[in-house]
């Protein structure tokens, strides 16, 4: 028998090993492997991706699997699938798909170990060599360390040895084993006399097993406990237990009847098969309440729930909302969780103990059986979008999940990107629209100010100051909003036109009073503040705001307010940032500086005026979707006034004639996405096209004539798939002190799509070996 096994290398392919008898019976799809690899016959973690029973490979150069060390597949076959779909798709290797998604709690590469049993003659040298170093050593030595310190083929020779008796090989292998915790339960029946310790019995007697913990929450102490277990009444026991993240508070526990909207599109969603749906709604129609009822109805036939969020909308309140409807048994998975939470994540979906699993992009390969529904929250969120290799869209592979696992998919927004709207009109999505919010409030009033022409203080308009004195007159609240923290954007010399710059990217720095430093938002690298040109001594002007600054200014204009900024900066600390969201919701301030943390997922419920402070800055980006992100930010932080009782909305712009501004203020979403589509049609952008951006990130731009005239070979080959325009240096040149050139390659259709990037990643192999370049396939970033 033969695996074909994956290894974490970042090499388009699987490798082939021999399975030994003896490990014929644990073979199976999807599970780890140890395997040597390589010259030196390192052992590595590996993924078994399909098992044959020949194999046209030398069989001189087959080696041998190590170990099976699971009972179980860490991989679905569904998940398998879904792996090579994304490597296809985004230009990686299979090896390298599995293993980003894989928490590296199951990577065991390190765990081997040696010891010496007797000590006899051997022919081979290195099997000589090998004993002489374990006597020398004494005791256990990992195989890695005799990989490293002996020559030739060491794995050969252990295996050698070990069949002749004399070395002895241990798996320490640091398997993610499951937290456990003490239970206690009765042995017999007796009579007790203290009060607590007839308590305990009572509770024992209802429930058959008890944690200690659960116990102590009962006001019994250990030593009543200690005292019963001596007596022999009862019994205290260690058991696995599934590790859970820290449990919130419960907030919401209405029940709610759906309006006959909400009905319909619970039903079709019930009812569906494999469809993708696209359930869309101005903010507080209650999409959420939908798929919630959706998913609840699906756990009940049996089956499971991914539920994909946005990084910043998985918030304890949230969770605490998909707890209403769940309980407590819901998993999360994210990036910030530890190495044994997520690993015990990934146990709970591949053992079925947990139905409702949340999570970020990275929750997409959870191996998750029975899939019965995907939801994907806020679907426009560029946080689906994966930066490093590979470089996948979490949405759209979930899409594509849902087609391999036969199960209907959801995309919920209030502002569904355009890509999205379109495939709702084409019908290769089934739209589902909720058209009113559920209270009878309406949606806040939009007033646009034109900031060319309006009087201003700083960055406040009149009608802003006008409004924000009254809100807070009548003990509300407002939101601040503005999409950069920190205080400037850039100094810039009046005289030399000097900017102060980032060494290594390129981009302004930006003023961070608070630290007074100056900060690369692209690289993070802090610079002390210069005041005057480097070059000709004049004082610096400084632009552009920043929360820190909108802070700074609101404090001299509204003496009486008091004024929280609730920003990356503030809410770093999750602790914190929790503490802040729950003193804000508490009313304890009462004007609140966000950025696009602020805009989404939380509920305030003293919030009536939200205020848009630069709405169309990002307009002038060199990005075709910068008119629809000005829109998706308009209507969603707007939306965030008066969920509880009435509100209104300023924005403020430069341009309110532009379209995005226009349309979101006059909530004729239509209208927005009819001229969006229209313009992506003429310049033939996504949906109408589909782009890969090639990026080359050269140490010296010298190096840029010989990648130019490599490139323009490889763009003949191409030529068939893509259209090719010639590279050019990025809108940010130069990132962490490596010039970038970029070329927008466009597909027309998506097997060209799939073709060409497969074309191209092969090519590029070749042709820039020893340079750093990165295939970013349908990219959200375009600078
Ligand atoms: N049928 C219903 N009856 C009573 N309350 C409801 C109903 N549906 C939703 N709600 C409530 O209305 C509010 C908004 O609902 P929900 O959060 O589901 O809307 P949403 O469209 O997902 O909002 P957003 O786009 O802002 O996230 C919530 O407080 C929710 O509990
Ligand atoms: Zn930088």
Same mark, same amino acid.
């Given at each position: ?24 019976? !644990? ?107 374990? /006597? ?32 002895? /090989?241990?798996?320490?292998?640091? #398997? ?11 042995? @017999? ?15 024992? @007697? ?46 919401? !526990? ?30 507080? =129609? ?8 959706? &998913? ?27 707890? =209403? #409807? ?52 806020? $679907?426009?969120?560029?946080? #689906? ?28 927004? &209030?502002?569904?990107?355009?890509? *999205? ?14 058209? /009113? ?7 806040? #009033? ?5 900031? *060319? ?20 007159? %009548? ?24 900017? &102060?710059?980032?060494?290594?990217? &390129? ?27 480097? @070059? ?62 602020? =805009? ?75 001229? $969006?589509?229209?313009?992506? /049609? ?86 820039? %070996? ?14």
């Amino acid at each position: 028998m033969y695996a074909e096994v994956a290894l974490n290398i970042p090499i388009d392919k699987t490798f082939v090993y021999r399975v030994p008898e003896n490990l014929v019976e !644990k073979l199976e799809k999807g599970k780890r492997v140890i395997v040597p690899f390589g010259r030196k016959d390192f052992l590595k973690t590996g993924i078994i991706t399909d098992i044959k029973e020949k194999t046209e490979v030398n069989p001189s150069f087959i080696k041998e699997i190590f170990d099976i060390p699971d009972s179980f597949p860490l991989f679905t076959e569904n998940t398998l699938k879904l792996a090579e779909e994304i490597a296809k798709r985004y230009a990686s290797g299979i090896g390298e798909t599995l293993f980003f998604f894989l928490p590296s709690g199951f990577i065991i590469d390190e765990s081997t170990y040696i010891y010496l049993i007797k000590d006899e003659k051997v022919k081979g040298k290195t099997e000589r060599d090998i004993l002489n170093f374990l /006597k020398e050593k004494k005791g256990k030595v990992k195989l890695v360390t005799l990989n490293r310190r002996i020559k030739g083929s060491v794995y050969q020779a252990v295996k050698n040895l070990i069949r002749k008796g004399l070395i002895g /090989k241990e798996e320490a292998i640091t #398997y993610p084993s499951l937290p456990s915790k003490k239970f206690v339960s009765l042995l @017999k029946e007796e009579t007790v006399r203290g009060a607590k310790e007839k308590l305990l019995i009572e509770l024992l @007697k209802e429930k058959k097993e008890i944690s200690v913990d659960e116990i102590k929450k009962s006001g019994i102490k250990s030593h009543t406990i200690k005292r019963l277990q001596e007596k022999g009444i009862i019994e205290i026991f260690e058991k696995e237990i599934l590790l859970d993240i820290k449990k919130q508070e419960l907030e919401d !526990k209405r029940k709610i009847t759906l309006t006959s909207d909400q009905k319909k599109a619970f039903e079709k969603i019930t009812n569906g098969k494999n469809e993708t749906f696209l359930l869309y709604g101005v903010t507080g =129609s209650g999409k959420m309440e939908v798929y919630l009822n959706a &998913a609840r109805e699906i756990v009940n036939r049996g089956k499971s729930v991914l539920i994909l969020v946005p990084e910043l909308l998985l918030t304890p309140e949230l969770r605490a909302r998909v707890e =209403s #409807y769940f309980g407590e048994n819901i998993a999360v998975f994210h990036s910030k969780l530890s190495k044994k939470e997520l690993t015990s994540q990934w146990i709970k979906a591949i053992k079925g103990t947990t139905k409702v699993f949340i999570g970020t992009r990275m929750a997409l390969m959870l191996p998750i059986k029975d899939l019965g529904l995907i939801v994907v929250d806020e $679907e426009q969120d560029v946080s #689906y979008k994966e930066q490093q290799k590979p470089l996948y869209h979490a949405r759209d592979m979930a899409i594509k999940r849902g087609k391999i696992e036969n199960c209907p998919v959801v995309l919920v927004s &209030a502002t569904p990107s355009v890509e *999205s709207y379109y495939k709702g009109i084409t019908g290769e999505y089934i739209p589902l629209e909720l058209k /009113k919010r559920i209270s009878e409030i309406p949606l806040p #009033y939009i007033k646009v100010v034109n900031l *060319s022409e309006e009087k201003k203080v700083g960055i406040f308009s009149q009608p802003l100051i006008t409004a924000i004195k009254n809100t807070i007159k %009548k003990g509300e609240q407002v939101l601040l909003f503005i999409n950069r923290r920190g205080f400037f954007s850039s100094g810039f010399c009046p005289e030399c036109g000097f900017v &102060a710059e980032c060494n290594d990217c &390129a981009v302004p720095l930006v003023y961070h009073k608070s630290v007074k430093k100056l900060i690369c938002h692209i690289c993070g690298k802090t610079y002390k503040p210069v005041y005057r040109c480097p @070059k000709c001594k004049t004082k610096l002007e400084f632009k552009g705001y920043g929360t820190e600054r909108v802070e700074e200014e609101a404090k001299v204009l509204f003496p009486e307010g008091k004024i929280i900024r609730l920003d990356q900066d503030s809410v770093k600390d999750p602790i914190r940032g929790a503490k802040l969201i729950s003193d804000i919701k508490k009313g304890k301030y009462n004007i609140i500086i966000g950025t696009q943390i602020a =805009s989404k997922g939380h509920n305030f419920p003293k919030l009536t005026l939200v205020a848009v402070l630069l709405a169309d800055v990002g307009y002038l980006l060199p990005d075709f979707r910068s008119s629809e992100r000005v829109f998706q930010t308009i209507v969603h932080t707007t939306g965030r006034a008066g969920r509880f009782k009435p509100g209104a909305a300023i924005v403020q712009a430069f341009e309110p004639e532009n379209p995005a501004v226009k349309y979101a203020r006059e909530y004729r979403f239509e209208l927005f996405y009819k001229e $969006e589509i229209e313009a992506r /049609k003429i310049f033939n952008y996504p949906p109408f096209s589909f782009p890969v951006l090639l990026e080359f990130q050269l140490e010296r731009s010298s190096k840029f004539k010989t990648v130019e005239s490599k490139f323009n070979v490889l763009k003949e080959k191409l030529s068939p798939y893509f259209n090719v325009p010639p590279l050019t240096p990025a809108p940010i040149p130069k990132i962490a002190g490596r010039y970038r050139f970029t070329s927008f390659l466009r597909a027309s259709s998506e097997e060209n799509l799939i073709k060409g990037v497969n074309l191209l990643k092969n090519e590029m192999q070749l042709l820039f %070996k020893g340079i750093r370049y990165k295939i970013d396939v349908e990219p959200v970033y375009l600078l």
